[in-house]
């Protein structure tokens, strides 16, 4: 099987990728988006979101790094991947998935699946663009405000000239609520021949095992289910029993240590909070010190608490 990472818009950033890649077995891991509008952008932008582009697009630990771009312009787009992969991007993808209400709101992402026909224009764009040995892939979610077109935005990408395709299991209205309708993908995968990536609610090995035998798909992305067990790939990949709360406490405080070498200290807090709005549904032990170290604010409160409890142990 193959295994993916996937983008997560504010949560997985260089250093969680980093982290992430370091103790699972993806295939690939891809950024959160990049932004395009009208211009092209300059390369500060994509090393700022992408530092991973100096290591030749891959990770500290190996992974190949895909960056994704969110766009409505066609030619911008394709401008824009041109640059992603002369800087080192190991392929580009294209997110039709984003729900994010200002997203939306400028033509962006999820909005894009009411217009099969934009979102073909768009990706075939991208891919006269790229050089043809570099993937070409997109993101997507079964609609927008139902699923009525799912199909016809699955078979727009392919025949646009897509290498494959990642479908989230749900429309924008359904968000990220249970449950993800994998028998939707299920009928991609039988009509299109190039390879399809299964995605939404794989939180253990056995979800993903689910996924795999209802979509008939040997391709998996995790997203949630990843920052809320560590090594959840591991976990889904390698048959690795999952990480016990002390191995995900010395995982955080590891992470720590990252991020106060590379990043002001002052964002520390509200990453690591974020963090363990995830760990929640994995470790009860999570939520018994989210009450205690959510009234911190500063990175000397949250790490002395967090070693205290990694002390305890």
Known sequence: MRLVLAP??????????????????????????V????????????????????????????????????GQEPAWMAENAIRAIELGSRGVDANFGCPAKI???????????????????????????????????AKIRLGYEDKSL???NALAIYEAGATEIAIHARSKVDGYKPPAYWEYITEVRKRLPIPVIANGEIWSEADAKRCMEVTGCDNIMIGRGAISLPNLGASIKN???????????????????????????????????????????????????????????????????????QQAL
Not at 9 to 24: A, H, K
Not at 35 to 54: A, G, I, N, W
Request: net charge negative; hydrophobic share 40%.
């Open 8 to 33: 997560m818009e504010g949560v997985v950033d260089d250093l969680m990728r980093d982290i992430l890649s370091t103790i699972n077995p993806f295939d690939l891991v891809v950024t959160e988006f």
């Open 35 to 70: 932004r395009v509008v009208d211009q092209l952008l300059p390369e500060k932008v994509y090393y700022k979101l992408c530092p991973e582009l100096k290591n030749n697009g891959l990770t500290p630990s190996g992974t190949p790094v895909r960056v994704q771009l969110l």
């Open 103 to 137: 997203v939306n709101k400028s033509k962006g992402g999820a909005v894009l699946l009411q217009y099969p026909e934009n979102i073909h224009n768009i990706v075939k764009a991208m891919r006269q663009a790229v050089p043809v040995e570099q993937p070409v892939t």
């Open 150 to 152: 799912f199909m016809e």
């Open 239 to 309: 048959g690795d029993e999952p990480y016990t709360w002390q191995q995900t406490l010395d995982l955080l405080l590891a992470y720590t240590d990252k991020q106060l070498n590379g990043r002001k200290a002052d964002y520390l807090p509200a990453r690591i909070k974020q963090w363990f709005t995830y760990l929640n549904r994995q470790y009860p032990e999570a939520d018994e010190l989210f009450r205690e170290l959510r009234v911190y604010k500063t990175t000397d409160e949250i790490i002395s608490v967090l070693k205290k409890a």
